[in-house]
Every structure is written in structure tokens, then in C-alpha cells.
């Protein structure tokens, strides 16, 4: 929950600063806004779209620069030019703009002998059109070349002049600076401009609307050094704008390459002017409201995203909260953890049992510094249940604490974390789930009774007897609600070095498909597939006889005749040579039959069998099962021992 504030806090801080910082922008933007700008950094392509402008023949944006010409072709033309409208004059009012354009551009000349031709700023009509054959000579502003050229369209513009000309003006020679109207051939003023340092150069030109000036600098800015050569101006002295152009105008950049070439590269552009447009489109500053708009959605996006992580967030937590409501709080282990313990879950060393359910793994938990038997339910084994079954059924284990039951330490889900399962909330999915017991070290009933050498002596096969009816009782009786083992047999009795019974396995066959093993299983169970608390009498009842009895071919049958013949004694098991408490070993065989007997009605509550066992009142009555419920009753084999191993998956 504390993690969940902290990102919740972290991603609310970064929300406001998101949402403040294009306020500030406009902010500083707005101090004077002229009626008409622009303003374009090609090396931030924030500050411009493709849309605001207008790019023809070669010119294109290349990474940092627009280059008009490219440097390998010959006789190349490039526009770019602003991509709406630029109002020069108002039609109804006869207002002239005054305006002012600064830009920082490039001209690389590669070959000094054999350079391309220069670049020019202009006006002319709008929108921009290249004039058909242009060429290198006329910046591409004119038609047709040298004595062919013929004029195109009206124009006002400043060359950057790179080609040494003499054929086409005499009077000039070299590179220079020059204000052009409607013709290149006769320029009003020049000024000279060595354009060999190859570096980037800033320009600005401004018109003014009373005096009609039209004044362009240029200085270079690089290579450093350069700074201290001095601006060079040309002006001029501009007719009537008026009767030059329309109303609304192209601005922006022409060049042409001829037979040679050179690369004319614009880094950075902005215009304004005093006269607004007519155009609400282009009135102010649209392209930071683009921005803001675009920021916006990237902001709201990213706040969905947040928001929906945050739920996703607590989503989570509130599952592990629900699982560990569900799970009464018994320790959830990391798979890691477990991993850890078992060697990586090792088949050579840990594996100590294998079944239907799973396997079972001894561990070490060195934190706890205790063994466990760790339990593994695979997903196949599960039935269909839901893990919230699971979760119901690890509370019922683990609440139900007794000293003959075989403790739950803690349980463990392993995911395959994946985003989208979080994403989508899905958080019920698992593959494998495990279950920590405590270890008890001394292995259980069926190999003491059947596989080891050493006889079990009597003391202990009743004291166990007696555990595992204390723990029965405990689970039919004192439980609210009541607790079915299911799956009573010697393989889940386990014992410790003082030969305390401990039940395993119990509360667990709502996620298991396979139930008991047959032999121990109740035929009426079998038959309705209802399990009931006489169910487990039912398999408690063959287990006291396995425990009592001799093995024998046929005993079930027998143990019942010789009980009728009232001799019931001769079923003790021989093992113990006579070595037992005669009335103990009556009352176990005696409630051994009362507990299996077919027909459910007639067996004893674990309660009364409990009772039974310790008290010294008159022993039940019983009456032998009738033939026809013989075929009900176990068949002859359950006494023989199981085929070693932990065939059934238990300890
Ligand atoms: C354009 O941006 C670059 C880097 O962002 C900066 O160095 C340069 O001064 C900017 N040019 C203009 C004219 O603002
Ligand atoms: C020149 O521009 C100013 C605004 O800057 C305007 O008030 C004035 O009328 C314009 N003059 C002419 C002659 O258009
Ligand atoms: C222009 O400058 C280059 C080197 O910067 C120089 O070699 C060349 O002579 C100059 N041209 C003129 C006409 O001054
Ligand atoms: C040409 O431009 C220069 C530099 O601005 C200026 O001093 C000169 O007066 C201009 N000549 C004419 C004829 O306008």
C-alpha cells in the first residue's frame, strides 16, 4: 500500500510538471506578439512541421538543415518557401507591411574554380512556383536562361551571388550581395561578398513600410575567427510594394545550380511582420498550439496509462491481501525460496515420494532453520477447481493444528508473470502450486508394519491406533465445520522418532481428482461418489485391521467368521508371538469390522470408536455383512502390503 502511495505521489509531481511546462513556454512567448510570425529551427523539429512549408524541386529537409540544392547534381533548382499565405498589404485598409526576416543558411562551394550559382530570399506571388526551364544564372526565379530568359512571375529578392558572372553583368565581378526586382540582370544595389570561407553566415533583412528600405546584412558566424569579419549591408530604396505584388505573398528561398554546383543550406528561419493575416489559420503562434495539443494527448495518454497501472497496482495488492484473507494468513513462500531448499527442486537427493498428486521434496528451510516435505501439485493434477478453492482449502489445513496432524508450514503459487496478465487483471492463473509441511523423520506406518525387519511391538501399533483416532475426532468433531481426511492408509500415517502418529494429507482432495487408494476406500463411497465422515470411519476401520491383524490369504472374510465364531483372537498378528494386551487387541479388531462394515448406518461415529477404545464397556454387537453385500466388502488383497515405495504419493 505504501508503494502503491509513493508511485501514485511520483506520477501526480510528474503530471504537474508535464502540464506546467508548455504554460511556460506560451507564457514567454507572448510577451509581444507580432501580428504575423514565424519562427523555424530545423535543428529542433519541434519548432516546425513539413506542413508549414512548402518544398520544391530538390530543396529537403536533411537532418539538421534544409538543403535547397544537393551538392552532386548539376542543374538543380530548390525552393522552400513558407507554406501559407504572408500578407504584404491589406486590400481595404492600403496598409503596407513592414516586415523582417533572419536567418542563418550555409553556402558550401566544394570546387572554388567550378562553383554553382548562389541562392536568393524572395517575394514573389503566392503560392510559389518554380518558372519552367530555370536557371542557375537567375536563382531560379526567372524563366528560361541567359539571352532566353524571360520574366515569370514579379519579384522582390536578395542574391547571395557565388558565380562569377561577368558575361551576364559586367559590372560585376566576384561574389556579392544583391537587391533584385523582377529581374537578377540588374540588380539596384550590391555590395561585395567573398562567400570562399565556406562557413555558416546569418542574414537579416527588414523592409520598413514608411520608408520603404529594404536593408539586408549578412555576417559570418563561422568558422570561429570569422566573427570579427564585419557585416556586409546592401539597401535600397523599394518602389510602391502595392503595384508590385498582391496583397498576400510567397516568401522563402531559391536557388539554382547551372553546369557546377555547391550546397545552399538553410539552418534556421523565422519571419514576422507588422500586418496581420486575413487567414485566422495562421494568425499567432499555431504551431505552438500544435505542440500543446500534441503534448496534451501524449499527456493524457501517459495519465491513462498511470492511472490504469495504479489500479493494476492495487488490484495486485488487493489479491495478495484477499489470498492471504482466504489463506488465514499461513506463510505464502517465494518459489525461490523453495527452489533454494530443495536443491532446485533435485531428483537425485530430495525427492522422497512421488503420486498421483505430485511429488514430495524434503527441504531445508535455513531461515527457519527446520526440514520440510514439500509437497508439489502440479496443474495437471488439480481438478478444475478454481485457485480460490485452493486458497479455501490451505485456511482448513492450516487452521486445523493438532498434534497428530501433520502441521502446514506454508504454501506457494509459481507464476508465469506476464505484463498482459497484469495488465488485464488476470491474476488467477497458476501453474504449480506447493505445499510446506513439517517433516516428520521417522516414515510412516506402511514401511514400519510391512518393510522393516523389526517387528512393530504392540504398545506402539495401539499407541499410534490411538493417535490417529485423536486426530480423526478431532477433525469429524471439534472442527466447525468438520474436516474429511479422504485418503486414510498407512502411507499418510506418519511417524516420528517417538512414534507419535501424525495423519498427512488431509483436507486436500477438492484439488486432486484421484481420491484414496482403493483398498482403504468406502465401497458405499465408491458407489454414490459421496464422501462422508463415515468414509473416513470406514478406512480408519481397515487400517486397524491392518494393524492388528496377521497377513493372511483371505482375512477379511476370516477375521469376520472367526469374530462370529467368537474366537476373534486367532486374527491377532503372529508377528508379536502372543506379546500384547489381549483386551487392547480385541477392542482394536472388534472396532476394526464395526468400523468397515458395508452398510454405513452400522459404523460408529469416530467419537463413539474413540470412546470404544478407551473405555471398558461391552463390546458392539455386530452382525456378520450379509453375502450379498460381500462383494462390497475389501477385497482379500488388503492386506497385503503395498508394492513398496511411496506408490501413493505421500510421505
Ligand atoms: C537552433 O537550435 C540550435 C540547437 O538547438 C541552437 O544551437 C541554435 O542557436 C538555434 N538557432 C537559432 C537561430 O535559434
Ligand atoms: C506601417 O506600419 C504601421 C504598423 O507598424 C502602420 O500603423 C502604418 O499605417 C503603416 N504605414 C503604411 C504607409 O502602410
Ligand atoms: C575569397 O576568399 C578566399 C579564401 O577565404 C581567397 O582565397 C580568395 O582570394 C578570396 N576572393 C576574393 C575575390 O577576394
Ligand atoms: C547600396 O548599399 C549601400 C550599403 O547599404 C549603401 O550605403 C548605398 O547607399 C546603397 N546605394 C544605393 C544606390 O542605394
Given at each position: ?40 529551427n530545423f535543428s529542433n523539429t519541434y519548432t516546425y ?25 548539376q542543374c538543380t533548382t530548390g525552393r522552400m518557401s ?570
Amino acid at each position: 500500500m505504501e508503494i502503491s502511495q509513493l508511485v501514485l505521489c511520483f506520477f501526480l509531481l510528474l503530471l504537474a510538471f508535464s502540464l506546467d511546462a508548455p504554460h511556460h513556454c506560451t507564457d514567454a512567448a507572448a510577451t509581444t506578439p507580432p501580428p504575423f510570425s514565424f519562427n523555424f529551427n530545423f535543428s529542433n523539429t519541434y519548432t516546425y512541421r513539413l506542413d508549414d512549408l512548402r518544398f520544391e524541386g530538390t530543396a529537403a529537409v536533411h537532418g539538421a538543415t534544409v538543403d535547397l540544392t544537393c551538392d552532386v547534381a548539376q542543374c538543380t533548382t530548390g525552393r522552400m518557401s513558407y507554406g501559407r499565405p504572408v500578407p504584404l498589404w491589406d486590400r481595404t485598409t492600403n496598409e503596407v507591411a513592414s516586415f523582417a526576416t533572419e536567418f542563418a543558411f550555409k553556402i558550401i562551394t566544394p570546387n572554388d574554380k567550378a562553383r554553382g550559382d548562389g541562392m536568393a530570399f524572395f517575394l514573389s506571388s503566392y503560392p510559389s512556383h518554380v518558372p519552367p526551364k530555370p536557371s542557375g544564372q537567375n536563382f531560379g526565379l526567372i524563366a528560361g536562361d541567359g539571352e532566353n530568359a524571360g520574366s515569370f512571375d514579379r519579384f522582390i529578392a536578395v542574391e547571395f551571388d557565388t558565380y562569377d558572372d561577368t558575361f551576364e553583368r559586367p559590372k560585376q565581378i566576384g561574389d556579392h550581395i544583391g537587391i533584385d526586382v523582377s529581374s537578377v540582370a540588374d540588380s539596384i544595389n550590391t555590395t561585395s561578398l567573398n562567400f570562399s570561407r565556406n562557413g555558416a553566415m546569418k542574414a537579416s533583412i527588414t523592409f520598413d513600410n514608411v520608408t520603404r528600405m529594404l536593408v539586408a546584412t549578412v555576417q559570418f558566424t563561422e568558422p570561429p575567427g570569422s566573427r570579427s569579419a564585419a557585416p556586409v549591408q546592401v539597401s535600397a530604396k523599394l518602389g510602391d510594394p502595392r503595384a508590385l505584388l498582391p496583397p498576400e505573398v510567397t516568401v522563402g528561398f531559391s536557388t539554382a545550380n547551372g553546369g557546377t554546383f555547391q550546397l545552399d543550406q538553410i539552418l534556421s528561419w523565422s519571419f514576422s511582420s507588422t500586418l496581420a493575416s486575413p487567414h485566422p489559420v495562421i494568425k499567432g503562434n499555431h504551431k505552438k498550439k500544435g505542440m500543446a495539443g500534441k503534448l496534451a494527448i501524449v499527456g493524457a495518454l501517459i495519465f491513462v496509462l498511470l492511472v490504469w497501472s495504479i489500479l493494476s497496482w492495487w488490484k495486485w495488492g488487493s489479491s495478495r491481501r484477499d489470498i492471504d484473507k482466504r489463506t488465514g494468513g499461513v506463510r505464502q513462500f517465494k518459489y525461490n525460496e523453495l527452489a533454494a531448499a530443495t536443491n532446485r527442486f533435485s531428483s537425485e537427493n530430495r525427492l522422497i515420494g512421488a503420486g498421483p498428486f505430485g511429488e514430495v521434496y524434503k527441504g531445508f528451510l535455513r531461515e527457519m532453520g527446520r526440514h520440510v516435505a514439500i509437497k508439489k501439485i502440479s496443474k495437471e493434477s488439480r481438478s478444475e477447481g478454481s485457485n480460490r478453492d485452493f486458497y479455501d482449502e490451505v485456511k482448513i489445513i492450516s487452521s486445523a493444528k493438532n498434534k497428530n496432524l501433520v502441521e502446514l508450514v506454508g504454501w506457494c503459487m509459481k507464476r508465469r508473470w506476464n505484463i498482459f496478465d497484469f495488465i488485464c487483471w488476470c491474476r488467477e492463473k497458476a501453474n504449480t502450486i506447493f505445499l510446506v509441511y513439517e517433516f516428520v523423520d521417522n516414515s510412516n506406518l506402511r514401511v514400519h508394519l510391512h518393510e522393516k525387519e523389526a517387528v512393530l511391538p504392540w504398545t506402539t501399533r495401539y499407541k499410534i491406533v490411538k493417535d490417529i483416532c485423536a486426530a480423526l475426532v478431532y477433525l469429524h468433531h471439534e472442527r466447525c465445520p468438520f474436516v474429511l481426511h479422504r485418503n486414510i492408509k498407512p502411507n499418510n500415517i506418519l511417524l516420528d522418532r517417538e512414534f507419535n502418529a501424525k495423519l498427512a494429507d488431509f483436507g486436500l482432495s477438492r484439488s486432486a481428482d484421484k481420491v484414496g487408494k482403493a483398498r482403504y476406500l468406502d465401497p458405499e463411497c465408491r458407489k454414490t461418489g459421496k464422501f462422508k465422515r463415515s468414509s473416513d470411519v470406514y478406512s480408519f476401520g481397515i487400517v486397524l485391521l491392518e494393524i492388528a491383524c496377521k497377513k493372511d490369504e483371505n482375512s477379511y472374510a476370516k477375521v469376520w467368521r472367526w469374530y462370529i465364531e467368537k474366537s476373534v483372537m486367532q486374527a491377532a498378528d503372529d508377528r508379536l508371538r502372543g506379546e500384547f494386551d489381549e483386551r487392547q487387541m480385541e477392542r482394536v479388531i472388534v472396532l476394526g469390522l464395526w468400523c468397515s462394515q458395508p452398510n454405513i448406518d452400522m459404523r460408529p461415529t469416530m467419537q463413539q470408536a474413540m470412546d470404544f477404545l478407551e473405555s471398558d464397556g461391552p463390546l458392539p454387537e455386530l452382525a456378520e455383512p450379509e453375502t450379498s453385500s460381500r462383494n462390497e466388502m475389501p477385497s482379500d488383497e488388503y492386506f497385503a502390503p503395498g508394492t513398496g515405495g511411496f506408490e501413493d504419493g505421500s510421505f
